[in-house]
């Protein structure tokens, strides 16, 4: 009875397993260089975007924002972790947060 408890447990942590990766990795670094809040976008200075293929080791990018309001979160200097999203009209930041 234990060994099936077990190899069940070790079967649901198998499944849950990647989708815990894939949001750990789905976290862009970057560094503020540029935000216009009225025009609902931010200039990040990156390294790679792993889940949008893009593995260039630094790059500068204008990014729209899904929320307006993220802008106010960050200023110019700010170091942040960052998600990204193909969407209409452009690569899109889901989610933005200063690094600890």
Known sequence: ??????????AIALAVAPSVAFAQGSLAAGEVKKVDESAGKITLKHGPIKNLNMDEEEMTMVFRVSDPSMLKQVKVGDKVQFEAERQTGGITITKIQKSK
């Open 1 to 10: 009875m234990k060994s099936a408890v077990r190899s069940a447990l070790f």
